[in-house]
């Protein structure tokens, strides 16, 4: 009996060992397989340097910088925590924070590292050179730094809507967000490099070991059409207006209008990209490619030009109902002041902006025909420019317009935009009727090699005589339309003012109001063409006090720079 007992407990042990054998060679093999190889293999992987962005003279608008991990090897630590965190805590804030924020700062040092469990622990990531070195001259043991690559903004926040920033993702690796490094996020991030060796007890590199090693390779370089002139007049100007017209915001967008490559372009309120974490993210989103509104008056060029390629209108075509209000449904459009001008021709409408002529113009392309237009203006739909995070509202379907939507069209109400779609449509007038695609790059720049980003070509959207008719009613509205005090003697700039005002719950606000200007110059040989729009101006709310007299101000600086000449 005894011996059966003890053949039972013998048989159990047997069968318990051989299913603890075949759990860990069989079920658990691929894991433990990696905890054997983890004691004698070190793997690292290699970060690829991320490309730069540059202007268009090959300067830097971002750029690879060098920066430090400040770490902690809590076993080497030989002085107390507490005085070892009074020591490091002012690098790690700003100069000017207050006494609670610097307390802060040492109790959190203080926390990392006390804790007995861990043997290594960061303390601050990214921190410059020149910090690494003062905290490295202070010999404190158990501190140590490690190498990491940062982003650099030579021109600080300039720009910073065009550019986006560098943030980390989920896995927390550098990734680009917004602008131009969101856009080509992988062409700037390149792709990552992974070191295995083998190490011996001590972790010492074992020499004659295996060793893989598969080279980083680098992100490509974007070389840029920006123009650091440029750039800077506009962010200048463009602050300086939203200061003296007490705007709550502001937007400008400065582009080349033969083959949209854009010089400039700037929103503010902006942010400073390399400390984009102190922002909130309603500053990240780009007006200029992200915001729609209701464009207004600049809107007029753009029914005008349909009407005269159309063949409905002509530039003396004489408006039969601009002698009072104009009653549809059961609504009544009228002149932004009031004035009526009877006999008006088409030259007169847009000199006067006058709302009842461009409902007069909308009725006679018909519902059909104006969306049609819109078209191929490029509303309604994505422009396809380089930048990360572009919106595009829809136009009103096809079929659906009525009366009301027809009339209030012409002059700028119910249709949403982009400031990017609205000067690519003016564009179209400005090159003499074709559309082209907005783009900020120019090339791609890598280790021996480039790849030019050519322009799209173009398609016609309205023929060149009726680009040229509406291009010299342009002209006489900035000679002797309502902002003609702002206009520069004896240059032949082509030009439009916008009041929208902002639709609000329903209905339109009477006092809230975006104020816009585009224009191009030389008139019959653009050499740039410029959208500056204005939020909530309060100053005044009309445009031609407002963003006219800011979009001449910058036309100023760059005539001479773009070397146009007077008549």
């Not at 700062?105 to 050179?129: C, D, F, H, Q, Y």
């Not at 989920?170 to 917004?178: A, C, L, M, P, S």
């Not at 902002?502 to 816009?516: C, L």
Request: hydrophobic share 40%; proline share 5%.
């Amino acid at each position: 009996m005894r011996l059966k007992v003890l053949s039972l407990v013998f048989l159990a042990g047997f069968l318990a060992l051989i299913f603890r054998l075949f759990f860990w060679q069989v079920v658990k093999s691929k894991e433990l397989g990696h905890q054997a190889k983890s004691q004698y293999t070190a793997n690292e992987f290699l970060v690829a340097p991320r490309g730069s962005i540059m202007a268009k003279d090959a300067s830097w608008l971002a750029a690879r910088g060098e920066a430090y991990l400040v770490f902690a090897e809590v076993p080497k630590l030989k002085e107390e925590p507490r005085k070892i965190a009074d020591s490091l805590a002012p690098f790690f804030v700003d100069e000017e924070a207050d006494r609670s924020t610097l307390l802060a700062e040492v109790e959190r040092l203080i926390s990392l590292m006390s804790r007995k469990s861990v043997v290594w622990v960061p303390l601050k990531n990214k921190v410059t050179a020149e910090v690494k070195d003062k905290i490295a001259a202070l010999e404190i043991d158990g501190i140590g730094f490690e190498r990491k690559e940062d982003r650099f903004y030579p021109e600080g926040s300039q720009a910073a809507h065009l550019l986006g920033f560098v943030g980390k993702n989920e896995e927390g690796n550098d990734q680009g967000y917004f602008g131009l490094e969101g856009y080509y996020n992988l062409s700037l991030a390149g792709k990552p490099g992974f070191n295995s060796s083998q190490k011996d007890p001590k972790g010492n590199p074992i020499l004659i070991g295996d060793r893989r090693e598969i080279a980083a390779i680098g992100g490509v370089d974007l070389l840029t059409h920006i123009d650091k002139t440029v750039e800077r007049i506009l962010e200048d100007k463009l602050r300086e207006g939203i200061e003296k017209f007490q705007a709550s915001a502001g937007t400008g967008i400065i582009m080349n209008p033969k083959d949209g490559s854009i010089f400039a372009m700037s929103s503010f309120p902006s942010y400073d990209p390399r400390e984009y974490w102190q922002f909130g993210d309603d500053y990240f989103k780009d007006p200029v490619i992200s915001d729609a509104y209701e464009p207004g008056s600049i809107f007029k060029i753009i029914v005008m030009a349909s009407g005269l390629d159309a063949g409905v209108v002509k530039p003396d075509t004489v408006c039969d109902i601009c002698d009072g209000p104009l009653k549809v449904d059961k609504y009544f459009i009228e002149t932004w002041n009031k004035k009526y001008n009877p006999d008006s021709t088409m030259t007169d409408v847009i000199i006067h902006s006058d709302n009842v002529g461009m409902a007069y113009v909308s009725q006679k392309l018909g519902a059909d025909a104006l969306y049609d237009y819109l078209d191929k203006f490029g509303f309604g739909k994505p422009t396809g420019v380089d930048l990360q995070g572009e919106a595009s509202p829809k136009l009103r379907q096809k079929g659906t317009w009525n009366i009301v939507d027809l009339a209030t069209a012409g002059f700028g109400q119910g249709v949403a935009v982009t400031p990017i779609q609205m000067i690519r449509a003016a564009a179209v007038i400005a090159n003499g009727g074709k559309l082209v695609t907005p783009h900020v790059v120019d090339k791609l720049l890598g280790v021996g090699w480039e790849k030019e980003i050519k322009p799209q070509a173009g398609e016609r959207v309205i023929g060149k005589k009726a680009a040229a008719e509406i291009t010299d009613m342009m002209v006489e509205a900035a000679k002797s339309g309502e902002a003609k005090w702002t206009n520069i003697s004896g240059f032949k700039i082509a030009g439009k003012t916008g009041t929208a005002q902002i639709p609000i719950s329903g209905h339109y606000d009477s006092e809230k109001t975006i104020a816009s200007f585009v224009g191009f110059a030389p008139a019959d040989d653009a050499k740039f063409v410029m959208l500056i729009s204005l939020r909530e101006p309060k100053s005044s709310p009309w445009a031609s006090e407002t963003a006219a007299p800011l979009w001449y101000s910058i036309a100023r600086d760059l005539f001479p720079y773009f070397g146009v000449q007077p008549e």
